[in-house]
């Protein structure tokens, strides 16, 4: 299916609203209102990589997270993961 050009300025006005959302991705916990109350680092860390449409270095990401102060773990709280559990 195809969808027809939109009219006037749509596609610029589109464009700047998507940066608009990839620069508030990184100082603002905008890209966890998809995500459940209950999330892991790689889940948030997947959200936020489809947010800015690029890889992140998970090791430069997780050591961005404290500084945000939006987040907390939940104590007690593990998900099984692929190959180990997961701190909520």
């Known amino acids: ?3 027809p050009e939109p009219p006037f300025d ?3 006005i589109a464009t700047h ?3 608009r959302l990839r620069d508030k991705s990184s100082y603002s916990p905008l890209p966890c209102h998809p995500l ?4 892991t680092l790689t889940e948030l860390q997947q ?3 489809r947010f800015l449409d690029t890889a992140l270095d998970k090791s430069i990401f997780r050591r961005k997270l ?3 102060d ?3 773990a939940v104590p007690d709280a593990i998900r099984q993961g692929k190959h180990w ?3 909520l």
Request: aromatic share 12%; with cysteine.
């Open 36 to 39: 459940p109350p209950l999330f």
């Open 66 to 68: 404290p500084e945000l």
């Open 17 to 19: 609203d998507v940066q």
């Open 10 to 12: 749509h596609n610029r």
């Open 85 to 87: 559990p997961a701190q």
């Open 70 to 72: 939006f987040f907390e």
């Open 47 to 49: 959200t936020n990589e």
């Open 1 to 3: 299916m195809c969808l």
